[in-house]
């Protein structure tokens, strides 16, 4: 049977693709464009240059067109995924106020207490059930000076309506926001009352597996698309394509998206919304098919990919070639070799805490957090890179243990996909943490979920989450580690 095409956008915080999903009892991802994404620092702020990565979405949707065309069949339809929160102010006439805002901004943070003088943290827990993070859209819209005559559009909305000319909000990524009601699935319009906020500040909720448009003409001269291809509404939160993807083959088992954050839980039926769900700032996000994405986030391999952006400065700095200056090689393979060689039973950072959350001088940082808690850390990249591992494995352990208390699901194995899913070394380490076993992969589930929720609403996969998880898990079989 022909397979049938569907393009995936898939955005992360650094990088982003565009891949061709082939569809037919299986299903294979061609990824056809690949390029880089980081913020920019100005003026003091930090920012994501939206245009750029525009023009690397027509760029890909380009090549994927091409790709499509020697396959020998058309593309269906464009999903697209980005990471969440984050969002760019639009005017009537549809232009754009400035870039977005990064979340890794500081701005949301300075707005919390007196967003929680007005709504308290317990109040906003018992409708919206969402972790507290400062960067969360409720306290970054907090420090806008003029929101009037403003509609805000989340990252994926945003590449949306410029595809489109469609203003939607994909309700798993509104969930995020600090202002969706987790057991209604609607905007919570008090809160954004309460903040004064402007009643139509989000465009129209709508979910993954509807239609959001189709193509303006420009857009699909620019990228030889044919004129009426559609962009349709997928877990446009990226964790949320994710976990849809998570190539489980029974009810019970635990996730963990790995990437520049670690998303860890389980997913549930219905909000968990207690009080001491909230005390562990455990997140009731919505996933696919009104699923709740009962999870944490844990810090991630930003800790590692922000040190190796530090030690290659240093290097840099140092003057080449780096093994001159008596520093060491620094591809990521190598370091990962060295830190598989260091001793179990290390010093152990909170990977969570917030001052980890901006960029910059990773390594002293957390040599600083290791000396806050009495121990040492050793300068050497490996002896950094194995306290990050162990770090994040015993996180993982902790958060699966708690999530798992805290819903009443019990799990018997854990997931590990996305890019961390690759990193053996970790995979191993959560094993041990967590004593249960680990199946790592795929890389791309992110690309898959959101490539499956666009090809079931063409007819061309399964209705279930559970059949379309069993058609990964038979598409890429996974990786098993065992406890040791
Ligand atoms: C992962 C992710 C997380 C979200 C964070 C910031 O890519 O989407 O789920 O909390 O990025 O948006």
Redesign the pocket.
């Known amino acids: 049977k022909a397979a049938r095409l569907f393009a995936a956008v898939d955005i992360?915080?650094s990088s982003g693709r565009v891949i061709v999903g082939r569809v037919s009892d299986t299903v294979q991802l061609d990824v056809v464009h690949r390029f880089p994404n980081g913020v920019t620092a100005r003026n003091g702020n930090l920012f994501w240059d939206f245009d750029g990565l525009l023009a690397e979405v027509f760029t890909g949707l380009g090549k994927a067109a091409a790709h499509a065309a020697a396959l020998g069949g058309p593309i269906e339809s464009i999903g697209i995924d980005t990471?969440?929160?984050?969002y760019g102010l639009v005017d009537e006439e549809g232009t754009m106020a400035g870039p977005p805002y990064s979340?890794r901004d500081g701005r949301g943070a300075v707005q919390v207490a007196r967003v929680h003088g007005l709504l308290g943290p317990d109040r906003l827990y018992e409708t919206t059930g969402l972790q507290h993070?400062p960067f969360n859209t409720i306290f970054q819209l907090a420090s806008e000076p003029d929101l009037t005559g403003r509609q805000a559009l989340l990252i994926p909305d945003l590449i949306a309506f410029a595809l489109t000319g469609v203003r939607r909000t994909e309700s798993t990524n509104a969930s995020?926001t600090g202002l969706f009601d987790a057991v209604a699935g609607e905007w919570a319009t008090e809160f954004m009352q309460a903040l004064h906020l402007p009643a139509r500040l989000f465009p129209p909720l709508i979910e993954p597996g509807e239609t959001i448009g189709t193509l303006l003409p420009a857009v699909a001269a620019l990228t030889d698309l044919p004129p009426g291809t559609k962009v349709v509404a997928v877990g446009s939160?990226?964790?949320a394509s994710a976990v849809a993807a998570v190539p489980a083959t029974g009810p019970n088992f635990a996730y963990i998206s790995s990437?520049?954050?670690s998303?860890v839980g389980v997913e549930l039926r219905a909000p968990v919304l207690t009080e001491a769900s909230r005390r562990a700032n455990f997140t009731n996000e919505r996933g696919v098919d009104g699923t709740i994405r009962y999870l944490r986030?844990v810090g991630g391999l930003w800790l590692l990919s922000e040190c190796m952006r530090t030690w290659a400065q240093e290097a840099h700095d140092a003057g080449s070639p780096a093994s001159a200056a008596g520093l060491p090689a620094l591809s990521l393979e190598e370091l990962l070799a060295a830190a598989a060689a260091e001793p179990a039973g290390g010093p152990l950072i909170d990977v969570d805490a917030e001052n980890f959350i901006a960029p910059g001088d990773m390594p002293n940082r957390i040599r600083a957090a290791v000396k806050a808690t009495g121990g040492t850390l050793e300068t050497r990249p490996a002896a950094v890179v194995r306290c990050i591992l162990d770090s994040l494995a015993a996180a993982y352990a902790r958060t699966v243990r708690e999530a798992s208390a805290l819903s009443g699901q019990s799990v018997d194995v854990i997931h590990i996909v996305g890019g961390g899913s690759q990193n053996k070394l970790l995979c191993q380490l959560t094993a041990n943490a967590t004593g249960l076993p680990v199946i790592a992969g795929p890389v791309e589930a992110t690309a898959l979920g959101n490539i499956l929720i666009q090809a079931r609403a063409a007819g061309a996969a399964p209705a279930t989450l559970t059949e379309l998880r069993a058609m990964v898990a038979a598409s890429h079989p996974g990786v098993q580690y065992l406890p040791r």
């Open positions: 992360g915080a990471w969440a929160v984050d979340y993070l995020t939160h990226d964790t990437g520049t954050w998303l986030n």
